[in-house]
């Protein structure tokens, strides 16, 4: 099993920074990407970063610019540098890593969610 635990999120003002983390554990061989997406109250979950296991990277529109997700040198930590926020911005935010396991089995888990609300 891989597990993934976020941290970071909270309240900001519009114009500040937030940075989210997302660690992997577990019987992990392999990455092939990892993503943050969010999902605000009413809305879809929508997909904010992703950067592959070669380190190709791709963000919504709505954020570039403003976000850069980025990853630890073992690549088991994703992160999301978050500035320049919008209360629009406001959202749960789940990361998403998917691989293989040492049973080479493939795996697609979740984060927990971390709420990150953008207001003054």
């Known amino acids: 099993q891989v597990q993934l635990v976020e941290s970071g999120g909270g309240l900001a003002q519009p114009g500040g920074s937030l940075r989210l983390s997302c660690a992997a554990s577990?019987?992990?061989?392999?990455?092939?990407?990892m993503g943050w997406y969010r999902q605000a109250p009413g809305k879809q979950r929508e997909l904010v970063a992703l950067?592959?296991?070669?380190?190709?990277?791709n963000y919504a529109d709505s954020v570039k610019g403003r976000f850069t997700i980025s990853r630890d040198s073992p690549k088991t930590t994703v992160y999301l540098q978050m500035n320049s926020l919008k209360p629009e911005d406001t959202a749960g935010y789940y990361c998403?890593?998917?691989?293989?396991?040492?049973?080479?089995?493939?795996?697609?888990?979740w984060g927990q969610g971390t709420q990150v609300t953008v207001s003054s």
């Open positions: 998403n890593i998917g691989g293989l396991t040492r049973a080479y089995d493939p795996f697609d888990s």
């Open positions: 577990g019987s992990i061989l392999l990455i092939s990407a």
């Open positions: 950067i592959t296991r070669a380190g190709a990277t």
